[in-house]
Nanobody, 113 residues
């Protein structure tokens, strides 16, 4: 059975950094693109970034230059490095496997002083 388990969220001050992780199981991880999607309080889910099976990356304009998505196929894990955090980055961050539309339960990132 497919599982996506996020970790790494927390409370961080503006300007700080976090690295989110998503451990995947139940499918051939290396064969599929993976994405991060976030949902701010009271708002709809917004796509953040995608990494293809080959390692090509794409980002939402709002996070370009601050967020970096990466993957380790040996560990079946996708990462999201978040730098220069802003209060508007506060959200639940979800790991997503777009091909079959699998989702993790999310990890909360709160940016506040």
């Amino acid at each position: 059975q497919v599982q996506l388990v996020e970790s790494g969220g927390g409370l961080v001050q503006p300007g700080g950094s976090l690295r989110l992780s998503c451990a995947a199981s139940g499918f051939t991880f290396s064969s599929y693109a993976m994405s991060w999607v976030r949902q701010a309080p009271g708002k709809e889910r917004d796509w953040v970034a995608t990494i293809t099976s080959r390692g090509d990356t794409n980002y939402a304009d709002s996070v370009k230059g601050r967020f970096t998505i990466s993957r380790d196929n040996r560990k079946n894990t996708v990462y999201l490095q978040i730098n220069s955090l802003k209060p508007e980055d506060t959200a639940v961050y979800y790991c997503n496997m777009p091909h079959w539309n699998y989702w993790g339960k999310g990890t909360l990132v709160t940016v506040s002083s």
